[in-house]
């Protein structure tokens, strides 16, 4: 089945202390992004890949890292998490953003809350 | 600075009406646009999308208009069905050659009430 993986799917933290949230898709896309979504701000896109070892930031990269050594996997890092960061993040990949086949798929998301 | 605005964070229609969403943007760059429909637990999935160059795109009981001129959007559910009721975040897609960029919108709250 064709599809986005994030772990884990809900977490609890405590300030400072690091974290890595993985994504992983199967469907062999070249594009990966991330994304964060917050009442009232919709979906704000924090870091995207357009292929291997090409990252970019988004809207709202500070305090995130990635990373695009392979293609299937592009995890999210939070290298010191703060309580501005709890959210809800989402992973998504395309096959590319040109042409018509656009569409983004979704990873079912992932709950962080940093205390 | 905004790019993608949904003005009406919710909407709530009868079952078998219709359901008009609205999208606004400013930047006359955007080539393509998509909604996106999310269910609460979940990740949004794609909906349907239209071309800077169309002004219509029609899929089953969707239905995505696009005004240029008015820098408008707007996304018609008829007739509108309880499983409809969900968040729909409207994106633009602005770029060129192999980078590309989608800016999404706040999103709107549907809720279809049998």
């Known amino acids: 089945e064709a599809q986005v993986t994030q772990n884990p799917r809900y977490l609890i933290t405590v300030t400072g202390k690091k974290l890595t949230v993985t994504c992983s898709q199967n469907m062999n896309h070249e594009y990966m992004s991330w994304y964060r979504q917050d009442p009232g701000l919709g979906l704000r896109q924090i870091y995207y890949?357009?292929?291997?070892?090409?990252?970019d930031k988004g809207d709202v990269p500070e305090g995130y890292k990635v990373s695009r050594k392979e293609k299937r996997n592009f995890p999210l890092i939070l290298e010191s998490p703060s309580p501005n960061q709890t959210s809800l993040y989402f992973c998504?990949?395309?096959?590319?953003?040109?042409?018509?086949?656009?569409?983004?798929?979704f990873g079912p998301g992932t709950r962080l809350t940093v205390l | 600075d905004q790019q993608v605005k949904q003005n009406s964070p919710s909407l709530s229609v009868q079952e078998g009406r219709i359901s008009i969403l609205n999208c606004d943007y400013t930047?006359?760059?955007?080539?393509?646009f998509l909604w996106y429909k999310k269910y609460p637990a979940e990740g949004p999935t794609f909906l349907i999308s239209?071309?800077?160059?169309?002004d219509k795109n029609e899929d089953g009981r969707f239905t995505v208009f696009l005004n240029k001129s008015a820098k408008h959007l707007s996304l018609h559910i008829v007739p509108s069905q309880p499983g409809d009721s969900a968040v729909y975040f409207c994106?633009?897609?602005?770029?060129?050659?192999?980078?590309?960029?989608?800016?999404f919108g706040k999103g709107t709250l549907l809720t279809v009430n049998p």
């Open positions: 890949s357009m292929n291997v070892e090409v990252t």
């Open positions: 998504a990949s395309s096959s590319s953003l040109a042409g018509a086949n656009n569409e983004q798929f």
């Open positions: 994106a633009a897609r602005v770029g060129g050659g192999s980078n590309y960029k989608l800016t």
């Open positions: 239209i071309s800077s160059i169309k």
């Open positions: 930047n006359s760059m955007f080539d393509y």
